[in-house]
């Protein structure tokens, strides 16, 4: 489905974000993508539709090379790739429902989308996929007015709305709590399990991406240095991705974490009662 | 632990060369004030210095008590003076807006040609006072009120279009990028990425905006560019103190109300 040759980017700067990538998503495969900060994640994604241009490479989806493409067809094929944002970057002033049909900016007329004249069809879609990430009630909300986890659902349904054939997700989880994470990366990857949507996932937190992903692929310094099934992730894998770390403390500590938050749950259930 | 053992009393905030540059720049101002000072005195006449107190005294006591049969001859020239600042300000807005967009650094379509010229309209404008254009407008479309409207209108467009520029500057990019990356066409970029996140400065600005027009349209009549103004300066040139006052209190009481409704306006958009 998307298949990247030898992409690379260097910044005006000198700095190298990616070296030479060479990766195939296949079809309904969601992707998550690892490595510390700075490893080039972001700019492999926002290479992928262009937010930032590769300095050399292919990006193939299906038969279109998109690195390629002039402004205008770059305009048609961004419509196949929806994009999920770490801070969600909903546009704060407008409704739910703006947001959401902001997603079918690319199909739509400049005098439709400027009087918000949506054709009747677009307008359905945008309630079926309201319903679906479970903010029916709120579609004339101010998006500033929704909670962290509420606006990232509107986020996935804006990226949805595209009817998208490959999703782009650039930290989805990174502003959000624990329990508020867990439940929007079940929300997306039920999602895309529906669709057989293919999806990259860029991830800073690795028990997560071990949680839900279905192949994991590690950057360090912009290349690719592990891809592999979440088992595969050993010890030796994340110090190769990471660097020396003691990770089994580490994963310990998730551990003690896990069990203090539950503790603390019960302690207020007990309270509440 | 890592074998420091003593630590420092002694931190300062400023290193010892910049305490100094700091003591010289103060002592300088000081010079420069005692300067200005004695220049000031020197080109002072003196002997009508002392005089004012006694001039002041006079002029009050002509300006007391206010004419008030002076006052239903002054509604029509108010209401020209609030629509030359309501009709000035609404032309500057419109010309202000395309030269926003173009002095912006994340907007302008050439950074290399438009960019600079959009700022120099931008200080032209605002490095002229909105009487100065009066005069040189009054001069070229004759007296009267267009060219009060005209000269408000130029006046502001570096006011709003300055101000504008910056809200354009200061909005969230990662907003625009996700329009951006929805396949948006540029126009549409425009107005669902920037748009609304420029609207309340926007209007703020606008409001703000009109609220110094109208103070500055009650001085317009001064040379010719209609309203109030004209009103002032024909009773200054009769002497006819007492109609100055009831003027003068009709000018505060105006700008009170416009600077009451314009921030209730902005009060209810923000």
Redo the contacts between chains.
């Keep these: 489905m998307l298949h990247l040759e030898g992409l690379s980017k260097t910044y005006k700067t000198g700095d190298a974000a990616l070296r030479d990538v060479t990766l195939t998503v296949p079809e309904g495969q969601i992707m998550g993508l690892i490595g510390p900060s700075g490893a080039g994640k972001s700019t492999l994604i926002r290479c992928i ?1 262009r ?1 930032v241009e590769p300095t050399a490479g292919k990006v193939m989806l299906g038969d279109v090379d998109l690195v390629r493409l002039g402004k205008a067809d770059l ?5 196949r ?1 929806g ?1 999920i ?1 770490q ?1 969600y ?6 409704t739910v429902m ?1 947001n959401v049909l ?6 739509v007329p ?1 005098w439709r ?2 009087l918000r004249k949506y054709p009747a069809t677009d307008i359905q879609n945008a309630f079926r996929l309201l319903d679906r990430v479970g903010l029916m009630d709120k579609a004339d909300n101010r998006a500033d007015a929704l909670s962290g986890g509420q606006r990232q659902r509107v ?1 996935i349904a ?1 990226a949805l709305a ?1 009817e998208p054939e490959l999703l782009l997700v650039d930290e989805p989880t990174a502003s959000l709590d624990p329990k508020t994470s867990r439940q929007i990366m079940r929300l997306l990857t039920e999602i895309c399990a529906e669709r057989g949507l293919p999806a990259i996932v860029n991830i800073h937190d690795v028990p997560l991406a071990q949680q839900f992903m279905q192949r994991i692929v590690g950057l360090r310094a912009g290349r690719v240095v592990f891809d592999g099934t979440p088992d595969e992730l050993t010890h030796d894998a994340l110090t190769t991705i990471y660097g020396e770390e003691d990770w089994n403390a580490m994963r310990a500590g998730d551990d003690e974490q896990a069990k203090a938050e539950a503790d603390a749950r019960d302690r207020i259930a007990a309270l509440a009662q | 632990m890592n074998g420091i053992t003593h630590f420092s009393q002694v931190w300062s905030h400023r290193t010892p060369r910049a305490r100094l540059a700091l003591w010289v720049g103060w002592a300088a101002l000081v010079a420069l004030f005692v300067w200005c000072w004695q220049l000031m005195t020197a080109n002072t006449i003196w002997f009508f210095v002392q005089d004012a107190p006694r001039q002041a005294a006079d002029i009050g006591s002509r300006m007391m008590p206010p004419r008030w049969s002076y006052l239903p001859e002054l509604w029509a020239p108010l209401w020209d003076t609030i629509n030359i600042a309501t009709l000035g300000t609404l032309g500057g807005v419109i010309m202000a807006v395309p030269v926003a967009f173009l002095a912006a650094r994340n907007t302008t379509p050439s950074a290399r040609i438009l960019r600079p010229f959009a700022l120099f309209v931008i200080v032209t404008s605002r490095s002229i006072n909105s009487l100065i254009w009066a005069l040189l407008l009054v001069a070229i479309i004759g007296p009267g009120l267009l060219a009060g409207i005209v000269a408000i209108a130029l006046r502001s467009i570096g006011f709003v279009g300055k101000l504008l520029y910056e809200a354009i500057e200061e909005t969230d990019a990662r907003q625009i990028e996700a329009v951006a990356a929805t396949g948006a066409s540029g126009a549409q970029v425009l107005s669902y990425g920037i748009v609304p996140q420029i609207m309340p400065a926007f209007w703020g600005i606008t409001v703000f905006r009109w609220d110094i027009n109208i103070r500055e349209s009650t001085i317009l009549g001064l040379v010719g560019a209609g309203g109030i103004g004209l009103k002032l300066q024909a009773s200054l040139n009769t002497l006819a103190w007492s109609q100055v006052t009831v003027i003068l209190l009709l000018i505060l009481a105006t700008v009170v109300l416009s600077e009451w409704v314009s921030a209730r306006m902005r009060h209810a958009i923000i």
């Design positions: 539709n937010l305009r048609r094929q961004r419509r790739i994009m944002f801070e970057a909903l546009v704060e002033r407008l703006e902001s997603g079918r900016l690319g199909y400049f989308s400027f986020g804006r595209q």
